[in-house]
């Protein structure tokens, strides 16, 4: 009974170590079928071949739209920078201490003075004026004195005057008197008497001429001073009155402000700036110009200028060349005249164009060029007909063609979209 249960374990025993062998010789075999499998995929044994023979003929390529690369000259222009400026600009300032009593027009406001203006034309503030009124009444009163003074005196001249002439006639007659009694004394028909009584009238009456022309010359030298004096009160009033005239501050042109410095209260001093204003109807364009472009610019020659912030094009007129360069930027300054317009604010930038001769280009559609991103991107016709895709840098557009700086060579066909 022993005996045949060791069989029995030994014979399970055997069985049990021959099983993993033979699968891991499955497993070997599996894997080697695999890697066979895919040598054969990847030779491409599973894919119909071509069968060898003359090639199939392709189809025609597609006709496109196609425009060559020209070559053409075109005028070469430089920019310079400029500023819109008023030609004519004032700052506005006080010609006497006072405090500001009125101010009449803010910031952008428009003034309109004419040859004739009234009184109350291009007023921009009031100072107080009552010192200024005081000085002119005084002045006044000043005057009429004077001339109520010189009226007197004048009637006084008069009546010396009269009295001159009555005395100078008193005197012919006594002088005549006097002759005739020499004429009778010598015939003895007057008496030593009566001619000494003519004589002594005489003398009376001449100096009664001699005081009489005393009193003319008196009477005509206070005239004289009364008139100077009159003359002086009317310089005083005057000046009173030109004084009292500068408590009105006003615009010396027609214009705009562009700037108001002062407020209701402030004490401004004599020169201090107000308000400053610009004349509207004549802008300008002020550009420093580099020196080598100046000998290409004369008087009087029109100018290209373009306005960024309009996105406007004029044309303006060269008006001046101020002889003078600049040392540390090596240009001189241009100003170049514009027409009227109520836009053109003063501070703009702008940008003047300067004619420098002639310039080849090659060109292309605008069409034609596409955009991916920042690459720019155009098809070329090959000389087979297959459209081959190139980048290329472009310059300047001009209308509806623009330059191309590098990728294309002339003649080349771009396809046109």
Known sequence: ????????????????????????????????????????????????????????????????????????????????????????????????????????????????????????????????????????????????????????????????????????????????????????????????????????????????????????????????????QLKEAEAGLAEARVMLSHTAIRAPFSGRVIKKLVNVGDMVAPGQTMFILDNTSAPEIHANVTESLIPRMKIGQEVPVHIDALNRSLVGILQEVVPRSDPGTRTMLVKISLAPDPSLVSGLFARIQIHQGQYEALVIPVKAVREVGQLQLVDVVTPAGIPQRRFVTLGKTHGELVEVLSGLNENDAVVIP
């Open 1 to 228: 009974m022993t005996f045949e249960l060791d069989w029995a374990m030994s014979e399970f025993s055997e069985h049990t170590g021959k099983a993993p062998f033979k699968q891991e010789i499955l497993k070997g075999f599996g894997v080697l079928a695999l890697l066979v499998f895919l040598m054969l995929w990847l030779a491409g044994a599973f894919i119909d071949k071509v069968q060898p023979g003359p090639p199939v003929p392709g189809s025609a390529p597609p006709k496109l739209a196609t425009k060559k690369v020209e070559r053409r000259v075109f005028p070469l222009i430089v920019d310079q920078v400029g500023t819109v400026s008023a030609k004519d600009e004032a700052r506005v300032s006080s010609r006497i201490m006072a405090q500001v009593k009125e101010i009449l027009v803010t910031e952008g406001d428009s003034i309109s003075v004419s040859q004739l203006g009234s009184s109350q034309e291009g007023v921009l503030a009031r100072l107080d004026n009552r010192d200024m009124l005081a000085r002119v009444h005084q002045a006044e009163q000043q005057v009429l004195s004077m001339q109520n003074a010189l009226e007197a005196g004048r009637a006084k001249l008069e009546g010396a005057r009269a009295q001159l002439a009555a005395a100078r006639a008193n005197r012919e007659k006594s002088v005549s008197d006097y002759r005739r009694f020499q004429d009778l004394h010598q015939n003895q028909a007057a008496t030593g008497q009566q001619l000494q009584h003519m004589k002594t009238q005489r003398n009376v009456a001449e100096a009664q001429v001699a005081a009489a022309g005393k009193d003319v010359q008196a009477a005509e030298q206070d005239t004289e001073r009364f008139q100077a």
